[in-house]
């Protein structure tokens, strides 16, 4: 193994938005999509890399979107979505003959593990891939702070936030073609010029616990690799 083959990151956390699951159809899972990203994912775990994966739930179910539903029945729905999805990833990843763990933050103990601390860590240390689904098991917490509580326990080097742009730019990029992209940004500028980059309470834990975030484009699944590889991908935010 080359010198460039070396994971700059020991342990990850990936933030894999529902959306991203669905590829063009934009609801549902796009399996072929799903495939491309679980690839990369095994590439990246077969360099060496211990990977754990937070799924979002925004393919089948946006609670904040829901006007009739009461705020925290819809986050709770939104937790059964990503358990759809964290599933669904395990199977991909399995069938490329990785071994995967799936662990929920709300006991379903016919379906996934519960989470706990010290049998992730275990999970992570012999190599095996763990998939948290159920966000942080909260209503009123979104996916992303469930990312970053679980980067902190886990003690990752790194979260590694795939989206469907290319990085953090000071405008939406897609409603503005001035819009100018940061390779570099810290955790304070996100909060101070809000950034829709994560929420404020995932913000401030990353921020607390010291933890990068690696902010790129999904549209290329090796993005993840090269990503945790030290490459320059998408934007970088760091505590200072």
């Known amino acids: 193994m080359g010198e460039l083959d070396i994971p700059k990151y020991k342990r990850v956390l990936l933030k894999l938005s529902g959306e991203a699951l669905a590829g063009e159809k934009e609801t549902g899972l796009d399996f072929p999509t799903v495939e491309k990203i679980c690839r990369s994912i095994k590439k990246t775990a077969d360099a060496g890399a211990q990977i754990g994966i937070v799924v979002g739930g925004g393919n089948f179910w946006r609670g904040r979107s829901s006007k009739s539903a009461d705020r925290a029945r819809a986050d709770h729905i939104g937790m059964l979505a990503t358990t759809m999805n964290a599933l669904a990833v395990a199977d991909v990843l399995e069938s490329l003959g990785c071994i995967v763990r799936v662990q929920t933050a709300i006991t379903m103990q016919q379906v996934a593990e519960p989470f706990i601390l010290g049998k992730a860590l275990r999970h992570l240390e012999k190599g095996r891939i763990v998939i948290f689904g159920c966000g942080t098991g909260n209503p009123f917490f979104s996916t992303d702070s469930a990312a970053s509580l679980r980067a902190a326990e886990l003690k990752a080097d790194i979260i590694l936030k795939a989206t469907m742009v290319d990085g953090i730019y000071d405008k939406d990029p897609k409603k503005f073609p ?50 945790v590889m030290g490459k320059s991908v998408g934007t970088l935010v760091t505590k200072h």
């Open 178 to 227: 001035d819009a100018v992209k940061y390779d570099v940004i810290t955790h304070h500028d996100i909060l101070v010029k809000r950034l829709q980059v994560m929420d404020s309470a995932a913000a401030a834990i990353c921020t607390e616990n010291n933890i990068p975030i690696i902010v790129f484009n999904l549209d290329n699944p090796d993005n993840i690799y090269d990503a």
